[in-house]
């Protein structure tokens, strides 16, 4: 079964300590990587797909990159209002249009 | 900005209940999806859905589970008689289209089965 493995569980920083979230996954063929941020009680919300090793994506804080075995998800200089949880989900070619999901990185940023 | 929506946000029945979970997936999206999230566990796949049918689905939507897109906005996720351990939150889930595969999530439904 293809697998997607998230660490650390759970990170704190200091308000402007950068860091990285890693997603390690085993897929037979990767379609796509996305990454989704999950707040308390709230639906994933769509932050980034990567598709090919080398592939870099950005968004303010956040910055994903993609290799053959693993993303990571660069956060520089978080505030308190980047404490979420993050997951990364994987789609494989030989299992359609389903995601698997990581347990997710949650994440607290203290001011 | 258009996105996903579910009612209700919390559902409370009793074991071996009917329960209906709706959802209005983003209006030109062609492939809709459920997911669930029990209480500390991952997100899973439950089952998918495009062209008015199941195109795939995991081990545990079973024949408990039925899904339908009954008019032209709504998708629902039908399950016939609750257990306990079908407590979780439930997300609705659509994509665009063929090459597009971002999915974009609903806020869920609480299930709580009693």
């Known amino acids: 079964e293809d697998q997607v493995t998230q660490s650390p569980e759970a990170l704190r920083l200091q308000e402007g300590e950068s860091s990285s979230l890693n997603c390690s996954y085993t897929?037979?063929?990767?379609?796509?990587l996305f990454w989704y941020r999950q707040d308390p009680g709230k639906g994933p919300e769509f932050l980034f797909t990567l598709y090919s090793a080398g592939e870099e994506k950005e968004k303010e804080r956040l910055k994903a990159t993609l290799t053959k075995k693993e993303s990571f998800l660069h956060i520089t200089a978080p505030k308190p209002e980047d404490s979420a949880t993050y997951l990364c989900a994987v789609q494989a070619w030989d299992t359609g249009n389903q995601f698997y999901f990581g347990t997710g990185t949650s994440l607290t940023v203290i001011p | 900005e258009p996105e996903v929506t579910q009612t209700p946000s919390h559902q409370v029945t009793q074991m071996g209940q009917e329960v209906i979970l709706r959802c209005v997936p983003i209006?030109?999206?062609?492939?809709f999806y459920w997911y669930r999230q029990i209480l500390g566990q991952k997100v899973e796949f439950l089952v998918s859905f495009y062209n008015n049918e199941i195109s795939e689905k995991s081990e545990i939507f079973d024949d408990q589970f039925s899904v339908e897109r009954p008019d032209g906005s709504n998708f629902t996720l039908k399950i016939r008689s609750t257990k306990l351990e079908d407590s979780a939150m439930y997300f609705c889930?659509?994509?665009?289209?063929?090459?597009?595969?971002?999915?974009?999530f609903g806020p869920g439904t609480r299930l709580t089965v009693l």
């Open positions: 209006s030109n999206h062609l492939y």
């Open positions: 889930a659509s994509k665009r289209g063929q090459g597009i595969n971002e999915q974009f």
């Open positions: 897929v037979s063929g990767l379609r796509g």
